[in-house]
């Protein structure tokens, strides 16, 4: 098992992988993401309460979830490289961070233009909303303390410890934020507590949450071929697929 | 093990005394930003009194941001740091007597420095005890989580800006239980959670802290 | 005691040595050659942990780094291009920071600071000390714990004439002891009755 793994590992054995799993994603995504938009914005019913606007939730919930599940990948992926050195997974996490950054800000700005219908106004300070946006924060401090250290290696372990630190404060700024809410704001009305979402709406719902992950993947794939292309470039089998123009 | 944490914590307090711009400035500089909120606000003693906790908690954890920068600074350059890295000492423990020293000299005196301000901010008084006490527990472990980060970036040039985006969204979580201590005592609630949660981020930075800080020190020698 | 295999260390993609190897067995002394620039710095930080090696082992009376890391911290010291004094302090709060620092207690810090001519200058502060006087300070460190392992970059940096004669006198004194050390040096020591071996680095 650690030894599939360990081969898996080897850039160009990943390279190869990549380049199937890579389209392949791709199709399932876009397929997802084409279904998900049409029963979500066409089929499902409109909410009794909230009118057409909910239907934002099929970018922001997916959106939001998104930029969780990216960052517990950059934690794990940089876990697996302090450990065992795995350079393939400080290459994944290197790439997903813009991508979690991304799906970090799609979440806060869907969440800012359905608060104006919802409160009338673009930003509340509701829990999940702050916490969303501190954990832009995070992003944004992991990305600019690898641009900040010049040499590779380094900057690799740096930003691992980093996202590691992360990802213990997580759950406790989230705890912490929710807790300072419900004292601020006791009475108000958490929009995004969906307990009894009826299941016409729930199923398109968790269709572009796959999507989303797919997309995900695809991208996240596609970036760490040209980053593993960028770094072993010196390689035979760098050389020799540029050579028979496979890249 | 015990005499290298003392002997470590002696020399930076004989350093901190030698040189007070060290940790005069930070607390100035607290003094400072706490007096520009009645000038941008207006006078008010009942807004003020509002504001008070949150006001006097942004500008302790801001104090504290402004000194950590300098905790590894001067030992990486002048080579002091490679030193501590190879002393046969467990580094975490020595990293601890660091971070303790530089609370000592820049945490402490703000501590004290507290209830003049809150009276100067209209605060009640019944709050600042609480006061004390959250930024007693609260400057600590804002120290130790702000180490990682001072040192992540001690081998950057102008890691200071970088320092504040790493570590003040770490900084959250005590500034919320913090500030909220002292609304809770202000407005006479009982204030036990807010402290005890307090309580446990501190135990939890004090022993999670002190390997991420070797580790990080490690790297940004490299 | 020290046994070095096939160390490569990198700079981000670019390799500053590979395929180095060495063995210095207890009173060897060993003097690394190289160009500026060849890694000979690099190599005394390998060394000393200080620089992550892409390749290769280095072990420590018979077992490899990380792991025997404590003891091998224990029993060596490094002197590099910083000097890694406090100018606030003076040598002597130096010297007791120092060797606390490395847990080691009931030496005599006078006879040391004298033996690196000091004597005068041990209650001033560092900053008013000359470059030259403040290397003898990196000098006394080495005499402030009993280690059998000295690693030098550049000892002789801004020292004169009496101050390279006191290098090569530790150095010689340290080697009899059964002590070992690893050294970098643009000029030459004239280490008598010393086994030096050197080692040349750089492509």
């Given at each position: ?6 081969r898996?590992?080897?850039?160009k ?8 799993l890579?389209?392949?994603f791709?199709v399932l995504?876009a397929?997802l ?6 029963r979500?914005?066409f089929?499902?019913?409109?909410d ?12 922001h ?9 990216v960052?517990?990948v950059?934690?794990f ?10 350079k ?7 790439v997903s ?7 970090t800000?799609?979440?806060?700005a869907?969440?800012s233009?359905?608060g ?10 509701d829990?999940?909303?702050?916490s ?9 401090g ?8 010049d ?6 372990r740096?930003?691992?410890?980093l ?25 108000s ?17 968790l269709m572009?949450?796959l999507g ?9 794939l ?7 292309l960028?770094r072993e ?14 890249l | 093990?015990g005499g290298?944490?003392?002997a ?12 007070r ?44 941001l ?5 905790l ?19 580094l975490?423990?020595?990293v601890?007597?660091?971070v ?13 420095l ?21 930024l007693?527990v609260?400057?600590?472990t ?5 180490a ?18 790493l ?9 919320i ?13 009982a ?17 999670l ?7 990080a020190?490690?790297?940004s020698?490299? | 005691m ?19 190897g ?7 002394v060993?003097?690394?050659?190289g ?6 710095t690099?190599?005394?930080r ?7 090696l892409?390749?290769g082992?280095?072990?420590w ?24 004094i ?6 002597r ?6 060797a606390?620092l ?6 005599d ?7 690196v ?9 560092c ?17 402030t ?24 006198a530790?150095?010689v004194e ?10 970098t ?9 010393c086994?030096?071996?050197s080692?040349k680095?750089?492509l």
């Amino acid at each position: 098992m650690f030894q599939w793994f360990h081969r898996l590992a080897a850039s160009k054995n990943f390279y190869r992988l990549a380049e199937i799993l890579g389209p392949l994603f791709g199709v399932l995504g876009a397929i997802l993401l084409t279904l998900g938009v049409y029963r979500g914005l066409f089929v499902a019913p409109t909410d009794y309460e909230q009118g057409e606007s909910y239907r934002i939730i099929y970018v922001h919930v997916p959106s939001a979830w998104m930029s969780m599940f990216v960052y517990m990948v950059m934690a794990f992926c940089s876990a697996l490289f302090l450990i065992w050195k795995m350079k393939l997974a400080d290459i994944i996490a290197e790439v997903s961070a813009p991508m979690g950054a991304a799906f970090t800000f799609l979440a806060l700005a869907t969440g800012s233009l359905w608060g104006k219908p919802m409160w009338g106004t673009w930003w509340e300070w509701d829990a999940r909303l702050t916490s969303e946006l501190i954990l832009l924060f995070l992003y944004i401090g992991y990305m600019a303390l690898r641009a900040s250290i010049d040499n590779r290696g380094s900057a690799a372990r740096a930003a691992a410890i980093l996202a590691l630190v992360g990802v213990v404060n997580i759950p406790i700024i989230h705890y912490s934020v929710e807790w300072w809410n419900t004292l601020h704001q006791p009475a108000s009305i958490t929009k995004f507590d969906t307990p009894s979402i009826h299941i016409s709406m729930l199923v398109p719902l968790l269709m572009m949450a796959l999507g989303f992950t797919f997309f995900y993947f695809t991208n996240m794939l596609s970036r760490a071929r040209s980053v593993i292309l960028e770094r072993e470039a010196n390689n035979n089998w760098v050389k020799d697929r540029f050579r028979e123009n496979r890249l | 093990m015990g005499g290298a944490f003392w002997a470590l914590l002696k020399r930076d307090m004989l350093l901190a005394f030698r040189r007070r711009a060290d940790w005069l400035n930070p607390l100035v500089f607290f003094v400072i930003v706490v007096t520009l909120f009645p000038l941008g606000i207006g006078p008010d003693p009942g807004l003020l009194r509002d504001i008070a906790p949150g006001v006097l908690w942004v500008a302790a954890l801001l104090a504290t941001l402004l000194a950590l920068d300098g905790l590894f600074r001067s030992d990486f350059d002048d080579g002091s740091l490679e030193q501590l890295l190879l002393s046969p000492q467990p580094l975490s423990v020595l990293v601890l007597a660091k971070v303790l020293a530089h609370w000592l000299v820049t945490g402490l005196p703000l501590l004290l420095l507290s209830p003049l301000l809150a009276v100067v901010m209209q605060l009640q008084v019944v709050a600042i005890p609480v006061l004390l006490v959250s930024l007693l527990v609260g400057t600590l472990t804002l120290s130790l989580v702000g180490a990682i980060g001072a040192a992540l970036t001690v081998g950057l040039q102008r890691g200071g800006v970088l320092l504040a985006l790493l570590v003040l969204p770490l900084f959250i979580p005590v500034l919320i239980f913090g500030s909220s201590s002292v609304i809770a005592a202000a407005s006479g609630f009982a204030v036990d959670a807010q402290l005890y949660l307090l309580g446990a981020l501190f135990l939890l930075a004090l022993v999670l802290a002190p390997p991420a800080i070797a580790a990080a020190l490690r790297i940004s020698t490299e | 005691m020290l046994l070095a295999q096939d160390l490569a260390v990198f700079r981000g993609e670019h390799c500053v040595f590979a395929g180095l190897g060495f063995e210095l067995r207890s009173g060897e002394v060993l003097q690394l050659h190289g160009d500026n620039g060849s890694g000979k710095t690099t190599l005394l930080r390998a060394l000393c942990t200080l620089l992550p090696l892409e390749q290769g082992t280095i072990s420590w009376r018979g077992s490899a780094l990380p792991g025997a890391r404590a003891q091998y911290f224990s029993e060596m010291i490094y002197s590099g291009h910083s000097e890694a004094i406090k100018s606030d302090l003076s040598p002597r709060e130096n010297l007791i920071a120092g060797a606390a620092l490395r847990g080691s207690d009931s030496i005599d810090i006078d006879a040391i600071i004298e033996r690196v001519g000091l004597s005068d200058k041990a209650e001033l502060s560092c900053r008013s000390l000359s470059a030259g006087q403040r290397r003898r300070v990196t000098l006394a460190r080495l005499l402030t714990s009993h280690t059998a392992l000295w690693v030098l970059d550049e000892p002789l940096t801004s020292l004169d004439v009496h101050g390279r004669a006191l290098v090569e006198a530790l150095i010689v004194e340290h080697a009899k002891q059964g002590g070992s050390v690893i050294y970098t040096t643009h000029q030459p020591l004239s280490l008598d009755g010393c086994d030096v071996r050197s080692l040349k680095i750089g492509l």
